[in-house]
């Protein structure tokens, strides 16, 4: 059994797709052990307080400087013996301090289709909005392992969702979540804490479940 560390800053949709895939049995090989926010009004400390899930916050305001930020972060993380973050909506830049340590294994949810509409610059909404105005048909969500790169890390899992003429960034995000998100990133999570991934240069290979 996996010790699955959380890391969030906003409504915690991704957060709560993981507590209910732990509790039906799609993520049986890991559980939550912290969740830990950057902000401390986020939503998502709510969903965790609901299920008894030991929150902490570790705001950039006290840390001006940035390692010291990884650190933080990288000493909760090691103090509750976590062997995977997971970067549930997390908001927050974080650097090599955090990514040498935790080598492939941070995993981030993005969005969208990796390589289209990542990295610096391109969360929450401002995706959806790149999309559309691109004119893009299909779109969808991308979970990746996590280096010092935004959004650069080696691809795990991708699911693609519709755009639709009428579709507003909102429409999209909500349907994007919904379709993509809360069923890859769970499904992730448990090929990692079953140990099925292989990371080979910066290609993922998922591991047949021997049953
Ligand atoms: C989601 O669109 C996710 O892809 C992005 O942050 C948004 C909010 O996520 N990383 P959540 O509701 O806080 O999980």
Same mark, same amino acid.
């Given at each position: 059994m996996k010790n699955?560390?959380?890391l969030v800053s906003g409504g915690g949709t991704n957060l709560q797709a993981?507590?209910?895939?732990i509790k039906g049995g799609i993520i049986k090989s890991g559980r939550? #052990?912290?969740?830990?926010? +950057?902000n401390s009004n986020a939503y998502a400390l709510k969903?965790?307080?609901?299920?008894? !899930?030991?929150?902490?916050?570790?705001?950039k305001k006290d840390y001006p400087v940035a390692e010291d930020f990884d650190r933080a972060i990288l000493n909760h993380m090691k103090s509750y013996n976590v062997d995977l973050i997971v970067m549930a909506g997390f908001l927050a830049i974080v650097g090599k301090t955090l990514t040498d340590e935790y080598k492939n294994k941070i995993i981030n949810i993005h969005p969208s289709l990796i390589p289209s509409f990542c990295g610096k610059g391109y969360y929450g909404l401002k995706v959806h909005e790149a999309a559309i105005e691109?004119?893009?048909?299909v779109s969808g969500a991308t979970v990746h392992f996590v280096n010092e790169i935004t959004d650069g890390g080696a691809i795990i899992l991708q699911k693609p969702v519709s755009v639709l003429c009428d579709d507003t960034?909102?429409?999209?995000?909500?349907?994007i979540m919904r379709e993509a998100e809360w069923k890859i990133l769970?499904?992730? #999570?448990?090929?990692?804490?079953?140990?099925?991934? !292989?990371?080979?240069? +910066?290609k993922v290979i998922i591991k047949e479940n021997v049953l």
């Open positions: 699955i560390g959380v993981l507590i209910d895939a939550i #052990v912290t969740v830990v926010s +950057n969903r965790a307080e609901k299920h008894r !899930i030991d929150t902490s916050v570790i705001s691109y004119g893009v048909k960034p909102e429409t999209l995000q909500d349907r769970p499904e992730a #999570v448990e090929l990692f804490c079953a140990d099925r991934l !292989i990371i080979d240069a +910066n």
